[in-house]
C-alpha cells in the first residue's frame, strides 16, 4: 500500500492502517533515533512519542513533503526535545549529587567509534543533527532544511562549523592519544 494512502487512512482514525504504518515505519525510525539521540534508554520512549503525534496529526500532512520526510522529522523534533529534558534532568542529577555524569556509559564500541561518538556529542544538537541526517541518513541539505524547518544556507553554515569542530576535536584526541 502507498504511503501517502497510509497516512489518509490513518488520518481517518482507521487503526489497521496506523498498525501496518507502525510496523513499516518502526525499524526505520529506531535506526534514525541510534543514531540521533546517543541515549539509548529514550529510544522508545522517542518512537512512541513520535507515532503518537502521528497518530494525532496525520491530518496534517499536506503533501509538501514525501510521507518518511514528514516522519523523520517528527522523529527528530521528539527527538530534540527528548535530549534537552534528558540534559537538563542529567545536569539537576549532577548538582545534586555531585558527580559526573558518563553519558557514554552504555557505548561498548571500539575506540575509534567511541571517539567519534564524542566528538559528535561536542557538537551543538543543531550541528549533531545536520551530521547525522547527511552522513548515517543520506539526505542533501536541502531536505534537511525540510525537515528541520530553516534555510538550505544555515544547514550548510551548521555542516560548516561541525566539520570544523569535528576535525579540531578529533586531532586534539589524536595528539591526547599518541
Excluded at 22 to 37: D, G, H, Q, S
Excluded at 47 to 62: P, Y
Excluded at 130 to 135: D, S
Amino acid at each position: 500500500m502507498d504511503d501517502i494512502v497510509l497516512i489518509r487512512r490513518v488520518a481517518r482514525g482507521e487503526v489497521p492502517a496506523f498498525e501496518l504504518l507502525f510496523r513499516r515505519y518502526r525499524p526505520r525510525i529506531r535506526r534514525f533515533l541510534e543514531r540521533k539521540t546517543w541515549r539509548p534508554q529514550l529510544i522508545d520512549e522517542i518512537l512512541n512519542d513520535t507515532m503518537l503525534v502521528i497518530w494525532r496529526k496525520a491530518g496534517t500532512f499536506n503533501l509538501r513533503s514525501t510521507v518518511s520526510t514528514w516522519i523523520l522529522g517528527i522523529a527528530l523534533r521528539r527527538g530534540l526535545k527528548a535530549n534537552q529534558r534528558s540534559d537538563r534532568a542529567v545536569a539537576l542529577e549532577s548538582e545534586s549529587s555531585g558527580a559526573a555524569c558518563d553519558v557514554e556509559e552504555h557505548v561498548s564500541r571500539k575506540e575509534l567509534r567511541a571517539r567519534l561518538d564524542r566528538a559528535l556529542e561536542s557538537l551543538s544538537p543543531e550541528q549533531r543533527t545536520v551530521v547525522a541526517l547527511t552522513y548515517f541518513e543520506g539526505y542533501s541539505y536541502r531536505e534537511i532544511a525540510e525537515l528541520v524547518g530553516c534555510p538550505a544556507a544555515t544547514v550548510k553554515t551548521r555542516m560548516f562549523h561541525a566539520r570544523r569542530r569535528l576535525k579540531t576535536f578529533l586531532s586534539d584526541r589524536r595528539e591526547d592519544a599518541a
